[in-house]
């Protein structure tokens, strides 16, 4: 999701859904994001870094390892679904869809490999028939469009949109089986930080799991680098540059 402080989603009567996940699952207090703008905050959740960039550009390639990497290399899967992304690998932004938005893109070692990059990183009318038909990556990530997460549009439209995609997901398999949904803003709209490396903004983050304590609220401060972290460490992965820092506690509080 994008650009929202905390307190403009937490406890606002516009995002009902999202305050009812809140209360019933595992709700971070006090998350913040790296940085500014959009970009560098999508790579620090997927390689740790945001590798000297400081605006939306759409040719600063990354030539550097990431979570996919990491994932394909210990031989689990991974997909990424993009909302209002025309085709597969597509490269550009084409109305809501923006491509600084989808940090898959940007890894040269992805982007530059057609067969993989088709194979990954898709448009989200895709996720549907994978989840109806149980092909569900180990690893997937969600990119709404830009009107629905909340870029462009309001907090009661992602809210609903979230309304009426997330029960797919709890309804799964792969969720019920030992999974956990992450949903997370990528910036807020303040220099508000923590842990020596983020000044993003204060920013809601949901950890939704059938592993998770019931209407858990945790008051550690963790960022980008935290949720990384935490991906990693549940499956044995190396830690990935800021997400091997001290200051990144991986979040495991949340779960029982």
Known sequence: MENKEYGSVIGNSSAPYINGLANTYGLATQDYAITHPSLPNYLALTAGSTFGITTDCTTCWVNSTNLADQIEANGRSWKAYMESMPSAC???????????????IYYNDIRTNTARCAAHVVPYTQFGPDMASGNVANFVWITPNLCNDMHDCSVATGDTWLSQNVPTILNSSAYKNGGVL?????????????CTDAAGGHIPLLVISPLGKPAFKSTTPETHYSLLRTIEDSWGLPRLNGAGCSCSVAMSEYFK
């Open 182 to 194: 992450f949903i997370v803003w990528d910036e807020g709209s303040t220099s508000a930080g923590c």
């Open 90 to 104: 597509f490269i550009g932004s084409s109305g809501t869809y923006a491509q600084k938005h989808d940090p898959w």
